[in-house]
């Protein structure tokens, strides 16, 4: 569900809502319960970064560090189907080597845009917006956003600003659902409760 709109706004879809309330808004929307399986609780927060950033398609890529690989489960239009990419191969792969946002306007004009998996989908990339996913310092993942939808023709530094928090808060939400998994596999207990953004940040279970 995306953030509602007001006259006389200045954001690029004609919206007045400053990129605080918008992801203040989008987050009180995202239902986290950690009780869910792995692809499904990536796709609720992929689906959401593409509302936050007006996004036409996002990707959670995981790191294979003894591999050297960077993997994606839940790539839009794929059915499902698992991509591994060498992490000195493509921009995913950059952004988890460097732990920096890369912000590509034209993805076909970069070297390192990979172009096989457009010509396998169909799709024309044409910006990239890429950003470390860290928890405790250290990089965990690739939060990367594909193709403005609101007329934009690339990412802008306000989208660079709401993907950088949103990218705390799916740290967060991986971390936990983590620890979730092993607290009920070794103790066997109750499923806890579903936890919300705010709780999550606070610590607090809702």
Same mark, same amino acid.
């Given at each position: 569900?995306?953030?509602?709109?007001?006259?006389?706004?200045?954001? /690029?879809?004609?919206?007045?809502?400053?990129?605080?309330?918008?992801?203040?808004?989008?987050?009180?929307?995202?239902?986290?319960?950690?009780?869910?399986?792995?692809?499904? @609780? $990536?796709?609720?927060?992929?689906?959401?970064? &593409?509302?936050?950033?007006?996004?036409?398609?996002?990707?959670?890529?995981? $790191?294979?560090?003894?591999? %050297? %690989? *960077?993997?994606?489960?839940?790539?839009?239009?794929?059915?499902?189907?698992?991509?591994?990419?060498?992490?000195?191969?493509?921009?995913?792969?950059?952004?988890? @080597?460097?732990? &920096?946002?890369?912000? $590509?306007?034209?993805?076909?004009?970069?070297?390192?845009?990979?172009?096989?998996?457009?010509?396998?989908?169909?799709?024309?990339?044409?910006?990239?917006?890429?950003?470390?996913?860290?928890?405790?310092?250290?990089? *965990?993942?690739? @939060?990367?956003?594909?193709?403005?939808?609101?007329?934009?023709?690339?990412?802008? %530094? %306000?989208?660079?600003?709401l993907a950088s928090f949103y990218?705390?808060?799916?740290?967060?939400?991986?971390?936990?659902?983590?620890?979730?998994?092993?607290?009920?596999?070794?103790?066997?207990?109750?499923?806890?409760?579903?936890?919300? /953004?705010?709780?999550?940040?606070?610590?607090?279970?809702?």
């Amino acid at each position: 569900r995306r953030p509602r709109h007001s006259q006389g706004c200045s954001c /690029p879809r004609g919206c007045g809502l400053n990129k605080d309330k918008r992801l203040r808004e989008l987050l009180a929307t995202v239902s986290v319960d950690l009780r869910l399986g792995l692809p499904e @609780l $990536i796709q609720r927060m992929t689906d959401g970064a &593409k509302d936050l950033l007006y996004a036409d398609r996002c990707t959670v890529w995981s $790191i294979d560090w003894a591999n %050297e %690989e *960077i993997v994606a489960t839940n790539a839009d239009k794929t059915g499902g189907q698992q991509i591994r990419c060498k992490l000195s191969e493509g921009i995913a792969g950059k952004t988890a @080597l460097s732990g &920096k946002v890369l912000n $590509i306007r034209d993805a076909y004009a970069d070297g390192q845009f990979n172009q096989q998996f457009d010509r396998r989908l169909g799709y024309r990339t044409q910006c990239l917006l890429t950003q470390p996913i860290l928890h405790e310092g250290n990089v *965990i993942g690739v @939060l990367q956003l594909v193709n403005k939808t609101d007329g934009s023709l690339f990412f802008s %530094e %306000e989208d660079e600003d709401l993907a950088s928090f949103y990218a705390v808060f799916v740290g967060l939400t991986l971390a936990n659902h983590k620890l979730y998994g092993i607290l009920t596999d070794s103790q066997h207990t109750a499923s806890l409760p579903p936890m919300s /953004p705010k709780g999550m940040l606070s610590g607090e279970v809702e």
